[in-house]
Each structure stands twice: as structure tokens, then as C-alpha cells.
């Protein structure tokens, strides 16, 4: 079992920045690629980026590419997602989740099918 704590999230303008954590407990952090999706209200949720268990891979949504970099600490157990230049429309609950057999080559399922575990989510809001 994995449980997974996300954090950083909030109210910030339009342009500005904000960095999401992720706090990983339960087993080894660094058997499992990371991901980070979110959810808009009323929308299903979306791929945001993946970053493979050693970090030496990553693959990032076109809607977010150049904008937000995904990165993680395996000595702190934590994942990271640095949001930059945010728009209204990164408005969601963005959520942290961990897959044990993903291995970061190929782009992952939009939905999140297949992460094993998944975080509570933390909340942005992008104001115009």
C-alpha cells in the first residue's frame, strides 16, 4: 500500500506560479513512476505529466508542456509539479498518483487508468 499526501495547492492570478508536492509513504518510492492529473469542474479528469521511478523520464500533456515541470526527490519521497505562467482554465484538483509497472516510454492513459494509487488532490485556482 501507498498513500500519497498532495500539497501547495491555491488561489493564485493568472501568470503567476505555484508548485504542487506530493509525499509518498508505504513502500519503496522510487519502484513506482509518478503522475499528476487534474480535474476541472465538470470535466473528466486529465493527464498533466508522468515521471519515471529513477526521473530520467518524463512526458508532459501539450496543454502544459513549457509551462510545468514535473521532478522528484526519491530520498524525500516526494514528486513535485512546478506550475508556471498559470492560466484560468489550470483551474482543478490536481492529484498525485503512483504506478508500480510503468516504465515512462509511452504516453500514459489521459484517464489515469491503470495508476495503482492515488492522492486525496489539492485544489487550484487560477484567477483571471
Known amino acids: 500500500q501507498v498513500q500519497l499526501v498532495e500539497s501547495g495547492g491555491g488561489l493564485v492570478q493568472a501568470g503567476g506560479s505555484l508548485r504542487l508536492s506530493c509525499a509518498a509513504s508505504g513502500d519503496t518510492f522510487s519502484r513506482y513512476a509518478m503522475g499528476w492529473f487534474r480535474q476541472a469542474p465538470g470535466k473528466e479528469r486529465e493527464f498533466v505529466a508522468t515521471?519515471?521511478?529513477?526521473?530520467?523520464?518524463?512526458n508532459y500533456a501539450d496543454s502544459v508542456k513549457g509551462r510545468c515541470i514535473i521532478s522528484r526527490d526519491n530520498a524525500k519521497n516526494t514528486v513535485y509539479l512546478q506550475m508556471n505562467s498559470l492560466k484560468p482554465e489550470d483551474t482543478a484538483v490536481y492529484y498525485c498518483?503512483?504506478?508500480?509497472?510503468?516504465?515512462?516510454?509511452?504516453?500514459?492513459?489521459?484517464?489515469?487508468?491503470?495508476?495503482?494509487?492515488w492522492g486525496k488532490g489539492t485544489l487550484v485556482t487560477v484567477s483571471s
Open positions: 515521471i519515471s521511478g529513477s526521473g530520467g523520464r518524463t
Open positions: 498518483a503512483a504506478d508500480l509497472a510503468y516504465s515512462g516510454y509511452l504516453p500514459y492513459d489521459p484517464l489515469g487508468r491503470g495508476m495503482d494509487y
